[in-house]
């Protein structure tokens, strides 16, 4: 999660936009455009179809795509009300993560946390567990 305080810096680059329950936001396996930081309200983070957790106010997806090699979303997420966000394109990624290293710090550490969560989950179904450690968030 972004802090509060550092929310504000997020969104010095950011536009804030309002969407509906059940949008998709960003779908697995398509081309990374954007970051996004949830303000209010919920989504679902989906791999492979199967839930694997809640998002909330301060929670923020996308940066895979922006920060890896593979330039992809590794998860779908779907709003599961009507979410307020923080959106940003990657050239205002990029300047933000640089001109703010304390969360580009949170980012960078969520990510790579984020990564060897979906190494793992990989291990998983490659044995057929998946289902087990997808249920947890």
């Given at each position: 999660?972004?802090?509060?305080r550092q929310?504000r810096?997020?969104a010095?680059?950011?536009d804030?936009v309002q969407?509906p ?9 398509e081309?990374?455009?954007e970051?996004?930081?949830?303000i209010?309200g ?9 839930r694997?957790?809640?998002?909330g106010a ?5 940066d895979?795509?922006?920060?890896g090699s ?5 998860e779908?997420?779907v709003?599961t009300s ?11 990624f990029?300047a933000?993560?640089w001109?703010f290293?304390?969360?580009a710090e ?14 793992a ?6 044995r057929?567990?998946v289902?087990?450690?997808a249920?947890?968030p």
């Amino acid at each position: 999660r972004i802090p509060r305080r550092q929310r504000r810096h997020v969104a010095s680059w950011a536009d804030e936009v309002q969407v509906p329950a059940g949008k998709t936001l960003t779908k697995e396996g398509e081309y990374a455009r954007e970051f996004f930081v949830i303000i209010a309200g919920d989504a679902e983070l989906q791999r492979s179809g199967q839930r694997l957790a809640g998002l909330g106010a301060g929670d923020f997806f996308g940066d895979a795509g922006m920060l890896g090699s593979a330039r992809t979303h590794a998860e779908t997420v779907v709003t599961t009300s009507s979410t307020r966000l923080l959106v940003m394109g990657r050239r205002e990624f990029a300047a933000m993560m640089w001109r703010f290293p304390a969360v580009a710090e949170r980012i960078r550490r969520q990510a790579a946390t984020r990564a060897a969560r979906r190494a793992a989950l990989d291990q998983l179904s490659k044995r057929g567990g998946v289902h087990a450690a997808a249920s947890r968030p």
